[in-house]
């Protein structure tokens, strides 16, 4: 499975944007690359996905390299809600209908007032 | 009804003791999961149901025991745990999916704690 690396913590301040980077230099070409993040307490939440293309959503939006071995994570304005661990996957394999998320490490993310 | 309910949300059981964890969608997915989660660590994958059949176990031992009585409940069985499975138990369920990315649903964990 292909892995993914992203730093361990960041740090930013609220109400300004906030860029995670994650390199996957090894994604193939059919792995979709997917964010997740976790606030204290709660199970992970889906933020964004894409494949090749830039993507935006409520939450975020995706910023994807031409050659795909690297994506950022883009929060355009930062609260003190969006404190918590930001987690870069690259969907594994689908088995029977069901996806195969493997975890990385993830970045925590800190916002100050 | 975007929710993954977890039951029980807290459980303290000794070594000896055999208990379940719970877990009810009604999302009408197919697909439902169990991840373990270690305090600091990120979510490790335990078993993947898909249309109530057992399709990944990540050699996960045996006194962790899976079951998905029908599409929106799956359950894990607890029993002679070690102190070191003390973790959160993270439930998750999906749409079927052999197309384009789809989003997995978590629940909010059961934090079991072995004694």
């Known amino acids: 499975d292909a892995k993914t690396t992203q730093p361990n913590s960041m740090e930013s301040n609220e109400e300004e944007p906030v860029h995670l980077p994650c390199n996957h230099s090894t994604i193939s070409g059919t792995d979709y690359i997917h964010w997740y993040r976790q606030l204290p307490s709660q199970g992970p939440e889906y933020v964004i996905h894409?494949?090749?293309s830039n993507v935006n959503n409520r939450m975020a939006s995706l910023a994807i390299a031409e050659d795909r071995k690297s994506s950022t994570l883009i929060l355009h304005r930062a609260t003190l809600r969006d404190a918590a661990v930001y987690y870069c996957?690259?969907?594994?394999?689908?088995?029977?209908?069901?996806?195969?998320?493997?975890f990385g490490q993830g970045t925590r993310l800190t916002i100050n007032p | 009804d975007t929710e993954v309910t977890q039951t029980p949300k807290h459980l303290v059981m000794g070594m000896t003791n055999k208990k379940s964890l719970k877990c009810e969608q009604h999302m009408g997915h197919r697909a439902m999961y169990w991840y373990k989660q270690k305090a600091k660590k990120p979510p490790e994958l335990m078993f993947v149901?898909?249309?109530?059949?057992?399709?990944i176990n990540e050699s996960v031992p045996s006194r962790f025991s899976p079951e998905c009585p029908n599409s929106s409940l799956l359950n894990l069985h607890l029993h002679a745990l070690q102190p070191e499975d003390s973790a959160l138990y993270l439930c998750a369920s999906s749409h079927p999916l052999y197309g384009p990315g789809n989003t997995i649903y978590f629940g909010e964990g059961s934090w079991l704690t072995v004694v």
């Open positions: 996957i690259l969907r594994a394999s689908i088995i029977q209908g069901a996806q195969k998320l493997v």
């Open positions: 149901y898909s249309y109530e059949k057992l399709s």
């Open positions: 894409g494949l090749t």
